[in-house]
């Protein structure tokens, strides 16, 4: 078995148009999108530029377009693409400016990290967490900051709204009773994150590979706020 797979490529040093450029591999059992990556980096182009770290799943750095869905290059498996599509068309994350190929800049996003503070803050010391507390807060916490939601929210678009990541961070921080913030959080949700401008179409839930769910948490935050 083969795969066909269209891949997004564009090198502003090279001072040429972005293109999409195909390349045909033979299928190995269990193989991700990643192994491809590494593949056509090894077989036809060593400058091709992409991002990974763990390849399990849990840093977030691989995220891509595999036919217009944000995936983890790591996780997605070949196979049901060579069964089912004649081609797959590989891009950065939609919603991120490209720096080289599948690379794209997440400047944006850590710098809003920064300016929510989104790290426990004001600790009390000595909380206890009861079980069901605990749950709350692991909601939020599964989230590896992989950008597949924000890659897939109709409204970030919109330069106020915080987006569907940001939402998922503040609810964890909510939740938390260490964290001395509350009202604060909540004013930020509100007023520097728009919260109100989800349009609750749940898109970041069925893209999210941790099954965080942002738009639930999003909602859950919406009664956060008038608890
Ligand atoms: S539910 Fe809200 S945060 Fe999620 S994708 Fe839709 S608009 Fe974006
Ligand atoms: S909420 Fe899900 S999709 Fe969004 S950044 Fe976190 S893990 Fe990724
Ligand atoms: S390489 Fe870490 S999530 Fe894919």
Same mark, same amino acid.
């Given at each position: 078995?083969?795969?066909?797979?269209?891949?997004?490529?564009?090198?502003?040093?090279?001072?040429?148009?972005?293109?999409?450029?195909?390349?045909?591999?033979?299928?190995?059992?269990?193989?991700?999108?990643?192994?491809?990556?590494?593949?056509?980096?090894?077989?036809?182009?060593?400058?091709?530029?992409?991002?990974?770290?763990?390849?399990?799943?849990?840093?977030?750095?691989?995220?891509?377009?595999?036919?217009?869905?944000?995936?983890?290059?790591?996780?997605?498996? #070949?196979?049901?693409?060579?069964?089912?599509? $004649? !081609?797959? /068309? &590989? @891009?950065?994350?939609?919603? =991120?400016? #490209?720096?080289?190929?599948?690379?794209?800049? $997440? !400047?944006? /996003? &850590? @710098?809003?990290?920064?300016? =929510?503070?989104?790290?426990?803050?004001?600790?009390?010391?000595?909380?206890?967490?009861?079980?069901?507390?605990?749950?709350?807060?692991?909601?939020?916490?599964?989230?590896?900051?992989?950008?597949?939601?924000?890659?897939?929210?109709?409204?970030?678009?919109?330069?106020?709204?915080?987006?569907?990541?940001?939402?998922?961070?503040?609810?964890?921080?909510?939740?938390?009773?260490?964290?001395?913030?509350?009202?604060?959080?909540?004013?930020?949700?509100?007023?520097?994150?728009?919260?109100?401008?989800?349009?609750?179409?749940?898109?970041?839930?069925?893209?999210?590979?941790?099954?965080?769910?942002?738009?639930?948490?999003?909602?859950?935050?919406?009664?956060?706020?008038?608890?």
């Amino acid at each position: 078995m083969e795969l066909k797979i269209k891949v997004f490529r564009y090198d502003p040093q090279r001072d040429e148009a972005p293109e999409f450029k195909e390349y045909k591999l033979h299928y190995e059992e269990g193989m991700t999108f990643l192994r491809a990556f590494h593949l056509i980096k090894e077989k036809y182009d060593e400058s091709f530029s992409f991002r990974h770290f763990c390849r399990a799943g849990i840093c977030g750095t691989c995220t891509v377009m595999v036919n217009g869905f944000p995936k983890l290059a790591c996780k997605e498996q #070949v196979l049901p693409y060579v069964l089912f599509s $004649n !081609e797959v /068309v &590989i @891009e950065p994350l939609a919603n =991120f400016e #490209v720096i080289k190929d599948l690379v794209v800049d $997440n !400047e944006a /996003v &850590i @710098e809003r990290m920064r300016s =929510f503070r989104t790290w426990v803050r004001g600790v009390q010391k000595e909380v206890s967490i009861p079980p069901e507390i605990n749950r709350l807060i692991e909601k939020g916490a599964d989230c590896i900051l992989c950008s597949a939601c924000q890659s897939y929210c109709p409204q970030v678009l919109e330069s106020g709204y915080a987006g569907p990541l940001f939402f998922a961070k503040l609810h964890r921080l909510l939740a938390d009773p260490r964290d001395g913030q509350r009202e604060f959080r909540l004013k930020e949700a509100l007023e520097m994150g728009n919260l109100y401008h989800c349009l609750s179409c749940n898109k970041c839930n069925n893209v999210c590979p941790k099954e965080v769910e942002p738009a639930t948490l999003i909602r859950e935050l919406m009664v956060f706020k008038d608890g």
